[in-house]
């Protein structure tokens, strides 16, 4: 069965920090892995996003504040999360991309995040 499970997500205050990881299972060949994330009423975009090799890839709007990392022997990423702002507030989704696919295309159910201000 196919699984991306997230967790680590909850409600702290601006400044603060928070880690989400992720974890895949069923998955073979995995390639990159990803955190997008979703706020109402708004696109989803992209957070974060590390290949096998470790090329890290993030989102403008996070640069210098998140740090993705991976433990590619458990199929497992990482999402450290420092100094958090209000609009950081959304549901932040996990995915997987496999070798030969260029978009990701195993999602999770996603983990809220909520920053008060």
């Known amino acids: 069965q196919v699984q991306l499970v997230e967790s680590g997500g909850g409600l702290v205050q601006a400044g603060g920090s928070l880690r989400l990881s992720c974890a895949a299972s069923g998955i073979f060949s995995i390639n990159a892995m990803g955190w997008y994330r979703q706020a109402p009423g708004k696109q989803r975009e992209l957070v974060a996003s590390?290949?096998?090799?470790?090329?890290?890839n993030y989102g403008d709007a996070v640069k210098g504040r998140f740090t993705i990392s991976r433990d590619s022997a458990k199929d497992t990423v990482y999402l450290q999360m420092n100094s958090l702002k209000p609009e950081d507030t959304a549901v932040y989704l996990c995915?997987?991309?496999?070798?030969?696919?260029?978009?990701?295309?195993?999602w999770g159910q996603g983990t809220q995040v909520t920053v008060s201000s």
């Open positions: 590390i290949t096998s090799g470790g090329s890290t």
């Open positions: 995915a997987a991309a496999v070798w030969g696919r260029t978009t990701f295309g195993y």
